[in-house]
């Protein structure tokens, strides 16, 4: 980070109080956890789920453009950021076809087993051992999905989606990870901004190839959805978290962040009428617990896989 950067952002911690930060952090995590709302309103309008993944990320990606310009200097790290984008559009894919057909609330405790895949990509590909408390927070998250989506907890027909939705924790782990080990020394926004266009020119091809009724908004109806999904669980919460997280701490962003579950099974309960059933509950407490447990002391790996970079 540049003088200029560390005084702007000095500027920023300067001005805003703790407790209207940790507001913010709240605030942007509901917006995050409203994305199963939106994504299943395009789908059910005829949008096809490469397309609901391309403009989640769209606006961004065109509003933070001239950062990415401004910062080509450190390509690597840029390179870094496109490549995390492509998993990430990817992973979004998955996520917004199983949000078709599967509980939205078993989704998100799916969704939310991403620390799982941080700790265990950071280990493969960047040789950084887990420490024993990530690894039993990650125990508690593999029993939560386990409990949620195990057998029993679904229907049969839902399990190929709920596979097909692994892509979106793992293509968010591997985010971290690119975060934590290549993509640091980029000024946040910057990094935001590189995602969100690596996101955007790897879903480009499938955009390009697909029937314009699967990729194009049909009426005033999907225009909405399309500007929600992009602002109100995307690009604001995502400006947001990223003044106001430094201002309170990881663990502290990472606490007020968990709100994220308990909104999907909110969208779920009360956008889709589903009745949430005693597993999914178990699940998302078990995953919470996780969260406030492994904040309760400062660690490297485990701050680093329960707080929310670019998504």
């Known amino acids: 980070m540049t003088d200029a950067q560390s005084h702007i952002q000095s500027h920023w911690t300067s001005?805003?109080?703790?407790p209207l930060a940790a507001m913010g952090v709240l605030f942007s995590s509901i917006g995050f956890g409203l994305v199963p709302y939106f994504s299943r309103g395009l789908t059910d309008d005829g949008l096809a789920p490469?397309?609901?993944?391309?403009?989640?990320?769209?606006?961004?990606?065109?509003?933070?453009?001239?950062?990415?310009?401004?910062n080509l200097t450190q390509w690597r790290e840029i390179c870094w950021g496109l490549a995390t984008g492509v998993a990430m559009g990817v992973g979004w894919i998955g996520f917004a076809t199983a949000l078709k057909t599967a509980p939205a609330s078993t989704l998100g405790v799916i969704y939310m087993t991403y620390p799982v895949f941080t700790v265990l990509l950071s280990w493969v590909l960047f040789s950084d051992p887990p420490t024993r408390r990530a690894l039993f927070a990650c125990?508690?998250?593999?029993?939560?999905?386990?409990?949620?989506?195990?057998?029993?907890?679904?229907?049969?027909?839902?399990?190929?989606?709920?596979?097909?939705?692994l892509f979106a924790p793992i293509g968010f782990g591997f985010s971290i990870c690119a975060l934590v080990h290549r993509i640091a020394r980029?000024?946040?926004l910057a990094r935001i901004a590189s995602v969100a266009l690596g996101a955007v020119l790897g879903l480009a091809p499938l955009m390009l190839s697909s029937a314009p009724a699967e990729v194009l908004p049909k009426d005033?109806?999907?225009?909405?959805?399309?500007?929600?999904i992009a602002t109100v669980s995307a690009l604001v919460p995502q400006l947001i978290y990223t003044i106001c997280s430094p201002?309170?701490?990881?663990?502290r962003s990472a606490v007020f962040g968990s709100i994220e579950l308990p909104t999907m099974f909110a969208v779920a309960v009360?956008?889709?009428?589903?009745?949430?059933?005693?597993?999914?509950?178990?699940?998302?407490?078990?995953?919470?617990?996780?969260i406030l447990l492994v904040q309760s002391r400062a660690t490297r790996n485990v701050a680093n896989t329960m707080t929310k970079p670019e998504r």
Do not use: D, K, N
Request: net charge neutral; hydrophobic share 65%.
């Open 247 to 251: 201002i309170i701490g990881a663990s």
């Open 186 to 188: 980029l000024e946040p």
């Open 220 to 228: 005033r109806e999907t225009w909405v959805l399309i500007v929600g």
């Open 50 to 70: 490469h397309a609901v993944a391309f403009y989640r990320f769209a606006l961004a990606a065109v509003f933070l453009l001239p950062l990415v310009l401004r």
């Open 139 to 165: 125990g508690l998250i593999f029993l939560a999905a386990f409990v949620a989506a195990g057998p029993g907890a679904v229907a049969a027909e839902h399990i190929p989606a709920l596979l097909l939705a």
């Open 270 to 290: 009360f956008a889709f009428g589903e009745a949430l059933t005693w597993q999914q509950v178990a699940g998302c407490v078990l995953i919470l617990s996780a």
């Open 15 to 18: 001005r805003i109080p703790v």
